[in-house]
C-alpha cells in the first residue's frame, strides 16, 4: 500500500463543491471515479480543505492510498487522461509516508477572493470573479480587515450549516490590495489561517465590500465581529470569487501550490 498526495487545480463551475455530495457532482467523485478506472480500486480521497459549490482551487491537496504499484508521475498523467473533460488537473503527485495527511498535516491554508471593479459585465472572467460596477474604496477595506486579524469567536462570518464544533479561530492574515488584471481593475482579499469556518472568508469579503462603497464605516466590522450573531452579517459575496490557493505543512516549511 502506497499512499499518494496530489497537487491539482480544479474550476468549480459544474460542481457541487469538493467533497462528495448525494445531490450532484463533485471534484471527489470525478477524482475517484479516474483513480478507479486507473487502479480498479475503490479508493478514497482525503484531501486539505472543502470548498463550496462555484467555488475554485488553484492547488488542491489530498492524498489516497493504493494497492497498484504504480510511479507518481505515471499515476498523474493516467488520472489527468481519465478525468477530461471536467476542469480539473493533477499537476504535481508524490508518494509520502503512512502517517502524512492530507488534512491533519496541514497547518496553514490561504485563499484568494477576486473582485473585478468595472461597470462593463463579465464575459471571459464570468464565473471566475465577482463583479462589483461601483469604485470602491480599497484602503478603508483593507484597514477595516485589521479588525478581523488574530484569534477571534467568528461567529458572525459563520454559516448557520457549519459543522465545526468551536466558532473561534485565528486568522493570521487578512489583505485587501489592489491589482491590474486581464480584465481591468481588480481587488485581491488575501486571507490566510490554519483553518477556516464554513463561509468565513465569503462573508468576511461581503462586508469589506459594503465599507469600500461606504455602505458601513470601517468601524461597524469590528463591530459585526464582537456581536458574535450571524444575524449581523451584512453580505455573503458570491462563491465563484473564491480561490483556495495554498496549502501548508510543516516539512521544512514546505508548501502544496
Not at 24 to 30: A, E, F, H
Not at 198 to 213: T, Y
Not at 222 to 242: I, S, T
Amino acid at each position: 500500500m502506497t499512499r499518494f498526495a496530489l497537487t491539482y487545480e480544479f474550476d468549480g463551475t459544474p460542481f457541487q463543491g469538493l467533497q462528495r455530495q448525494a445531490h450532484g457532482p463533485s471534484v471527489q467523485q470525478s477524482i475517484e471515479e479516474a483513480l478507479n478506472k486507473v487502479t480498479g480500486e475503490d479508493a478514497r480521497l482525503h484531501s486539505s480543505g472543502r470548498t463550496d459549490t462555484g467555488v475554485h482551487a488553484i492547488a488542491m491537496v489530498s492524498h489516497v492510498d493504493l494497492e497498484k504499484d504504480i510511479a507518481p508521475f505515471r499515476l498523474m498523467e493516467a488520472l489527468n487522461a481519465h478525468l477530461r473533460p471536467d476542469p480539473i488537473a493533477i499537476n504535481r503527485c508524490r508518494a509520502v509516508s503512512d502517517d502524512w495527511h492530507a488534512r491533519f498535516s496541514c497547518i496553514g491554508r490561504r485563499y484568494l477572493y477576486r473582485i473585478v471593479n468595472r461597470r462593463a459585465p463579465l464575459a471571459l472572467a464570468r464565473d471566475r470573479a465577482w463583479q462589483v460596477a461601483q469604485k470602491l474604496d480599497v484602503d478603508a477595506m483593507h484597514r477595516a480587515a485589521q479588525a478581523l486579524v488574530g484569534r477571534h469567536d467568528f461567529t458572525t462570518f459563520r454559516s448557520v450549516h457549519c459543522q465545526a464544533k468551536d466558532p473561534v479561530k485565528t486568522l493570521d492574515r487578512l489583505d485587501v490590495v489592489r491589482a491590474e488584471g486581464l480584465f481591468g481593475p481588480e481587488i485581491h482579499i488575501q486571507a490566510e489561517a490554519r483553518s477556516f469556518l464554513h463561509h468565513q472568508v465569503r462573508s468576511m469579503v461581503g462586508c469589506l465590500k459594503l465599507v469600500g462603497q461606504g455602505t458601513w464605516e470601517e468601524e461597524q466590522v469590528g463591530k459585526a465581529l464582537e456581536a458574535r450573531d450571524r444575524a449581523q452579517l451584512g453580505l455573503n459575496a458570491p462563491p465563484h470569487g473564491l480561490y483556495f490557493v495554498e496549502a501548508i505543512y510543516p516539512e521544512s516549511g514546505e508548501t502544496q501550490q
